[in-house]
């Protein structure tokens, strides 16, 4: 069933006070330079009357909350999104955003207008809007193609504007400058991989106050634009600042773009890192990242969106840490290269891999995987690295719970692509029941255990993890719980322990059901006689191997031991049918039969012979195996004796 869109029951431990610029009220008395003088108010647009025809193009914006506010439970922040009809002229008509739900944003469409209707928005206080009797699209949106390689194409004009009745705060135009050349276009240079270079151009200082007010955003932009001599354009910005506290105002305002090479308009209420690259995340295209919650499972039952609920995300709630963008929205901007993100459909054989930490950029950063109906969901490893550094200091703290501060957690994390408001869902790892959500800040994926979504469904086991990796197994085709090969390799240390990575799938078509599995450094062993799994490096295996294995050897008594003999380290492993042993000098050697008992008698590697230093060798008449020191000879008539 589709979600059922809720707030969840969780309260931000972040007062309004900290992320909000102080208010700084005028002195009556204290002396100011002087102000620019204000342009002439723009003549007001004659509002349509009902029944009249507008052509133009459908602008559509999200009105976004203040941290303190997004998670308040009486207001339904789905109705965030604000619609308009720009005409030629530059004149806009605000239209209910359900009357036009099926259009998309950059359209260039006819509509006839009905009445003036009162359509609640939240975090603002908009006037009203005109239905929409009839809409007919007459162009598609135009492609937002990739902006100009260069140092800045994505260019920013800022202007500070007091709406009437606000308050100018001590925010000052250096500041908003700062913010946007400093850390914003550096978030967005470095996860774009260089491909969105913010930079601002014209900048406008505040002036005397406006008579317009935020309940008509689009004429504050135009009053801003045509003060700035501001036009249109992909790659161009409009930002203007608002005083924090400005009544009627959402915290933040962005226009949505269609794209990595879209520019766009945009409002803030406060001079900061968070919800200014928010915005110009809408005005690039992203909707916003939000959590989906279900009934104890992770994507089905009865479910409800979470707006701005991936804290992790720059498209979440601007609360203050802004960690690197997840996967779907990299994907979604066409900065995620696929070497980067593999992808695994429903029907592939299981494979595991080593992900990792997102804001390491390098490496294995997300999997994509799609499932029957062709939904994407990703993968991806969030550890205190690069942009997620903050993960791991004081600054990781949002929620209070039962009266303690509640951190987010660092692991592995599913996210699930999507389109409309929310265009990435984070989903909650160890899913609680629908009335426990509001005491369940935990997503993470638990480790050895396993999970499933998407119609296939797709199974992923989080193996192991580390600060530099995390070892994941997906798989479509049944729903097995570990096998004793994979639990013995996590006892060995996993891919961080002595045998390294996996080299390939584990195999089970062995002698009597046996099963091995190869990694970098050495092997294991399945023995279904005795259900005990054994090791071997990789030279003896190898050996092993080449010997007939299983077949002709048998499986292994024991695992792999140290020797420690005069002429050396080496490591020896025994069979039913011989056993190899290794030096560094010798390589594996391959002893059996009497050959074997005999140097066994005398002292195996610690007696005169020492190590082996070859394999037994067809001679006249019997057999040959040499050692260090000196050789073993068997035959019929005289069995096994030293020379």
Request: proline letters at 8%.
């Amino acid at each position: 069933m589709p979600p059922v869109r809720s707030p969840r029951l969780l309260a931000l431990a972040v007062a309004a006070a900290a992320v909000l610029p102080v208010l700084v009220a005028p002195s009556a008395t204290a002396e100011e330079p002087p102000a620019p003088a204000a342009p002439a108010d723009p003549a007001a647009p004659e509002t349509p009357a009902p029944g009249d025809t507008v052509v133009g193009e459908l602008v559509q914006g999200y009105v976004d909350p203040s941290p303190s506010a997004a998670l308040e439970t009486e207001e339904d922040h789905a109705d965030s999104l604000v619609s308009w009809i720009r005409t030629d002229s530059g004149d806009a008509v605000r239209v209910p955003t359900e009357d036009v739900e099926d259009i998309d944003t950059g359209s260039t469409v006819e509509v006839t207008l009905g009445a003036a209707v009162e359509d609640e928005v939240a975090a603002a206080d908009l006037a009203p809007a005109q239905e929409v009797l009839a809409a007919e699209v007459i162009a598609a949106p135009a492609e937002a193609t990739a902006p100009a390689e260069g140092t800045v194409n994505h260019q920013v004009t800022v202007v500070m504007l007091q709406p009437a009745g606000a308050v100018r705060d001590g925010t000052t135009l250096a500041q908003v400058v700062d913010t946007v050349n400093g850390p914003v276009a550096s978030f967005w240079a470095e996860q774009t991989g260089g491909a969105v270079r913010l930079g601002v151009g014209p900048a406008f200082d505040w002036t005397t106050q406006s008579s317009l007010t935020c309940e008509d955003p689009f004429a504050l932009w135009s009053e801003a634009a045509t003060r700035a001599g501001w036009q249109t354009a992909p790659g161009r910005h409009l930002l203007v600042y608002v005083p924090a506290g400005s009544p009627g105002c959402g915290y933040g305002l962005g226009t949505v773009g269609t794209g990595i090479g879209s520019g766009g308009m945009s409002y803030v209420q406060a001079p900061e890192l968070s919800v200014i690259a928010h915005e110009f995340g809408h005005n690039l295209g992203l909707g916003h990242a939000s959590e989906l919650l279900c009934d104890g499972t992770l994507d089905r039952g009865t479910c409800a969106v979470s707006p701005y609920d991936d804290l992790y995300d720059v498209m979440g709630v601007s609360w203050g840490p802004v960690g690197s963008l997840n996967a779907p929205h990299a994907a979604r901007l066409g900065v995620l290269p696929s070497g980067a993100a593999p992808t695994v459909r429903v029907g592939s054989a299981p494979v595991q891999y080593a992900l990792s930490p997102v804001g390491a950029r390098t490496g294995t950063r997300a999997l994509r995987l799609v499932d029957t109906n062709g939904q994407v969901y990703w993968l991806e490893y969030r550890m205190p690295t690069g942009r997620d550094g903050w993960l791991g200091t004081d600054e990781n703290w949002v929620y209070l719970w039962n009266g303690a501060q509640v951190r987010l957690q660092s692991g592995v994390q599913v996210r699930l692509a999507a389109e409309g408001d929310d265009t990435s869902l984070l989903l909650d790892g160890t899913p609680s029941r629908m009335d426990g959500w509001g005491n369940d800040p935990w997503v993470t994926l638990p480790g050895l255990d396993s999970v499933w979504f998407g119609l296939g469904p797709f199974r992923v086991t989080v193996l192991e993890h580390r600060a530099d990796f995390a070892r994941v197994e997906v798989s479509t085709n049944g729903f097995s719980p570990l096998s004793a090969i994979e639990t013995a390799y996590m006892a060995h240390g996993g891919m961080a322990g002595w045998l390294g990575a996996p080299t390939g799938q584990e195999f089970c078509g062995l002698p009597w059901g046996g099963c091995r599995r190869t990694y970098q450094n050495g092997s294991l062993y399945w023995n279904p006689r005795t259900a005990r799994v054994f090791t071997m490096s990789a030279a003896t295996a190898a050996r092993y191997e080449a010997a007939g294995g299983a077949a002709v050897l048998g499986y292994p008594h024991a695992d792999e031991r140290q020797t420690n003999a005069p002429g050396g380290a080496g490591r020896l492993t025994s069979f039913p049918g011989g056993d190899i042993v290794w030096t560094a000098s010798t390589g594996a050697r391959l002893v059996r039969g009497a050959i074997l008992e005999r140097w066994r008698a005398s002292g195996a590697e610690n007696g005169p012979l020492g190590y082996p230093t070859g394999d037994d060798v067809a001679v006249p008449g019997g057999f040959k195996t040499d050692f260090a020191g000196g050789s073993v000879y068997w035959s019929a008539a005289t069995g096994a004796r030293m020379v």
